[in-house]
């Protein structure tokens, strides 16, 4: 029997979905991505070969497999060319295999420029954008002035968009931030010979995955970033523009919620950030230190150091709830091998009380102690491993308390960066 299988960041974002996506799509036929923008990277390493991707759905890299940009996304077409490009050089882009959404809407040059200037104003109470354009392509949307990839059909209609655009734009950018704005002709003629390449992939993608939940296909639809950077559910302000969650995969990929068979969350073993916000777990010295550099704890989007701790298992349980996960998969086992103690967190102090709730107020989150449960580490090689059985006695005890605190199954383990250090539980699929 066919089924529709959602992927969603149950931490702070960065926890492998974009391997897992890669692991899953061989069982999947349509991959879709329904949020979120270019300020998203998904790494996948087959053999030698590191692919992170932006915009494009992980499952890119398996020939036949229909991927899909869908409606909740927001398109840098810029930045979706260059990954185009470098899928072209290595023989592996098939232009019949990826399909954009027509009402996902496009990152234009002044939203770039809006989300630096912004930030920079902000001074010490900066929110850590990656100056991707994300967050001022939402506000279009929202404030229903965006214009969307299928604008790009039409030339009339993308240059009156943009030039009415253009009037508001520019006099806030010349007369609140001081910055040099924009000249019309510049971004029409750029944009409509962007419109020549990527024009013939963008389609009513709502009504293509309609017609393959009719006929049995099994998809998959990848989520960006972590709940905890949801914009309604997440530690607001520090957060990202969209909402992370799984409901999302519903509204961003234009289907009904009732069409979602099962719902997975992504976890690392430990706990990572980017960019500024609460981070209850969080480690400092030697100890983050570590686990940054076994991790290789560094953006794929922007280079930056994650911010690096314990597993939170608060904020899990809250992620749990939010998502209505189904199963949970634990990336990156193999970070903690060589510790002789790991820690996870079970809740919060705050003035005196515990906290076992996840309170998503910045201002509480900012002022909890971690209250920590420590575990003797296993001291032994988990790459390689491929069952359960075979793991270290520890890391089963490990994996096995993540579960008790949680309330999820672990489905998949991950124990290393290539697409093959995996231990599969259970194939949501099959």
């Not at 990826?98 to 989300?115: E, G, V, W």
């Amino acid at each position: 029997m066919a089924k529709n299988i959602v992927i969603v960041g149950a931490q702070w974002g960065d926890e492998g979905k974009g391997k897992i996506v890669d692991i899953l799509t061989e069982s999947a036929d349509i991959v879709v991505r329904f949020q979120g923008g270019n300020n998203a990277g998904h790494t996948v390493i087959v053999g030698e070969e590191k692919y992170v991707f932006h915009l494009i759905p992980s499952g890119i890299l398996h020939a036949g497999k229909t991927c899909i940009i869908g409606d909740g996304v927001v398109v840098d077409p810029e930045v979706l060319l260059k990954e185009i490009e470098v899928l072209k050089e290595k023989n592996l882009f098939r232009p019949e295999d990826l399909l954009i959404s027509k009402n996902a809407h496009l990152i234009m040059p002044y939203h770039k420029k809006l989300d630096i200037a912004r930030e920079r104003l902000r001074g010490c109470n900066k929110i850590g954008t990656t100056g991707r354009g994300i967050g001022p392509a939402y506000e279009d949307k929202v404030s229903r002035c965006g214009i969307k990839c299928g604008d790009l059909l039409d030339e009339g209609e993308f240059r009156v968009k943009l030039k009415t655009n253009l009037l508001e734009k520019n006099h806030y950018i010349k007369t609140i931030l001081h910055e040099d704005g924009f000249e019309i002709h510049e971004i029409y003629h750029k944009y409509m010979t962007i419109a020549q390449s990527i024009g013939p992939l963008i389609k009513n993608t709502s009504k293509f995955i309609s017609d393959a939940i009719a006929s049995g296909k099994n998809i998959l639809f990848e989520g960006a970033q972590g709940t905890l950077l949801d914009v309604d559910h997440g530690t607001y302000p520090f957060v990202t523009s969209s909402n992370t969650v799984a409901g999302e995969a519903a509204t961003g990929s234009g289907i009904g919620p009732s069409k979602i068979d099962e719902v997975i969350g992504i976890t690392k073993a430990y706990c990572t950030r980017v960019g500024e916000g609460p981070f209850p777990s969080e480690l400092d010295g030697p100890e983050a230190d570590r686990l940054r550099e076994q991790g290789g704890e560094y953006g794929a989007t922007t280079g930056r150091p994650r911010r690096c701790g314990w597993f939170d298992a608060v904020a899990l349980r809250y992620a749990a709830r939010i998502n209505g996960l189904d199963g949970l998969v634990v990336t990156k086992l193999d970070v903690l091998d060589n510790l002789d103690t790991i820690k996870i967190c079970t809740g919060y102090k705050y003035k005196g009380e515990i906290l076992d709730e996840f309170p998503t107020e910045a201002s509480i989150l900012f002022k909890c102690e971690p209250v920590y449960e420590a575990l003797e580490g296993w001291k032994a090689q988990t790459q390689g491993v491929k069952s359960f059985d075979k793991l270290p006695k520890k890391a089963q005890d490990y994996i096995k308390r993540l579960e008790e605190l949680t309330g999820v199954k672990v489905t998949i383990i991950s124990v290393g960066a290539n697409r093959n250090d995996a231990i599969i539980l259970k194939n949501p699929f099959k």
